[in-house]
């Protein structure tokens, strides 16, 4: 996977932003255990904001240059914007570039959700970004933000009071000016919705802080961590930690309690993974899947989680146990 890009999230291959690094799999995390100041406090269960409301389909309709339609993704927690396919609308006041031809390559893809402490979480979401890759710092927008250039796009992570949100931009060829503005014009609308309107969706059950709260997270990484927790309004969560660059620096999960879909995501992910990439783990939930990277899939019952833990590290160090502790919090 390539240092600094969309994480492929979820369990039908959907976007989300991961903007650190996925290291390789090596010994280099520490065995010295040092004293490890507890997390200020846990992710608290309150409502947050729903990322399909940010900002309106028509304004999204004007920068990606054409009718979009929207929706929660099922396996993780965000809403994507993407131009209705076959449709091109004559007021659509986009860019008109070789993307016409393929509609369906503009995409733009949010998140939202709490955070302890909100403008120190991108503060240190930057910090992390790998040597090489050119962040910029975004002022005006919002609390805090930043812009990080992806393949095929580019993302702005901001933070407004106590809330965090990422929106990306998938728009090959797109001049980079135009992306920059129409980025910052979006973190803007997205600032101003946060700041005067109150979060709506519950918090789900099982909550993903749960299954590996801010302690244990602390006590992984052997130094503070900083909690972002989101969902979308199809009931997808995420609990997401982090702390300073290291090896690792990042661990989140990702849950979708749905009776109807969870046992469907979880052998898509079987299906998409191909045999050498994947190992079966036994006695972990009702079935259990290791990518031999960085990520391990669990159902049990009507709830799969998706396990993840960025930075160069031992998976049988860390990753495999915390995933056989996970699955004793739902």
């Known amino acids: 996977m390539v240092s600094r890009q969309i994480r492929v999230l979820g369990f039908i291959c959907l976007c989300l932003l991961s903007l650190s690094a996925c290291g390789a799999q090596s010994d280099k995390s520490s065995s010295t255990s040092k004293p490890v100041a507890p997390a200020k406090q846990h992710p608290a269960q309150i409502a947050s904001f729903d990322p399909c409301t940010l900002f309106s389909k028509d304004d999204v309709s004007h920068v990606l240059g054409g009718a979009v339609d929207v929706q929660p993704e099922f396996g993780s927690p965000m809403c994507t914007y993407k131009v209705h396919a076959g449709f091109q609308s004559p007021r659509a006041k986009g860019p008109k570039t070789a993307d016409m031809m393929d509609p369906e390559q503009r995409r733009i893809l949010v998140t939202v959700g709490n955070s302890d402490d909100a403008r120190g979480y991108v503060d240190q979401d930057r910090l992390n970004t790998d040597k090489g890759i050119p962040t910029r710092i975004i002022q005006g927008v ?22 965090v949100y990422t929106i990306t931009m998938i728009y090959p060829h797109m001049d980079a000016t135009l992306m920059d503005n129409s980025l910052k014009t979006l973190a803007q609308d997205a600032s101003r919705t946060i700041a005067a309107n109150a979060p709506t969706l519950a918090a789900p059950a099982p909550h993903p802080c749960s299954m590996v709260n801010a302690q244990k997270a602390s006590q992984l990484f052997q130094q503070p ?12 969560a995420s609990c997401d930690y982090i702390t300073t660059k290291g090896t690792p620096h990042r661990v989140e999960v990702i849950s979708v309690n749905r009776a109807d879909i969870a046992k469907e995501l979880y052998n898509s992910v079987d ?11 036994k006695g972990i939930g009702d079935a259990a899947l290791y990518d031999k990277r960085n990520s391990t899939w669990i159902l049990k019952g009507d709830t799969v989680v ?7 590290t031992s998976a049988e160090k860390m990753l495999l146990p915390l995933s056989k502790d996970v699955v004793k919090h739902f």
């Open 271 to 281: 299906r998409k993974l191909a045999s050498d990439n994947k190992q079966t783990l």
């Open 225 to 236: 961590v900083k909690w972002f927790f989101t969902v979308n309004g199809t009931g997808a």
């Open 306 to 312: 998706h396990l993840i833990i960025l930075g160069e």
């Open 142 to 163: 919002g609390s805090s933000a930043f812009s990080v250039p992806l393949k095929t796009g580019k993302a702005i992570i901001g933070s407004q009071g106590n809330t």
